[in-house]
């Protein structure tokens, strides 16, 4: 159990309505990021962050078909350029995505880290 002031609770209340969240689970959230240093997302961003980590897992996928068929292909006379242009262009883009997932991660630490 945990006693707030009246002003207190609704500063909290505030808080955590603008994450989407019940005052005992951002209370929670504030607790796990300070003494465990572990982030807590709001279900919409939690979803948000589920759908990046599945386009990352399909972007994986390609290329690893992409380099498994360069591997074993036999293009006897002919260029790879187009090949390769397709997986650097792959690479940057699962590049783009891991920066993203990691400032998703930071951003959320810091807002727990944060002065009022």
């Known amino acids: 159990m945990l006693r707030l002031t009246a002003a207190e609770a609704a500063g909290v209340d505030v808080e955590a309505a603008a994450l989407g969240l019940r005052r005992a689970t951002w209370i929670s959230a504030l607790v796990r990021r300070r003494v465990l240093g572990q982030p807590t997302f709001a279900r919409s961003d939690a979803l ?7 386009e990352l897992r399909r972007i994986g996928v390609n290329v690893n078909q992409i380099a498994r068929a360069l591997n074993t292909a036999v293009l ?12 650097d262009d792959l690479r940057r883009e699962l590049r783009a995505h891991i920066l993203a997932l990691g400032e998703a991660f930071e951003g959320n630490l810091a807002y727990w880290a944060g002065e009022p």
């Open 76 to 87: 006897e006379g002919r260029v790879l350029d187009t090949e390769l242009t397709a997986v």
């Open 48 to 54: 948000l962050l589920t759908g990046v980590r599945s």
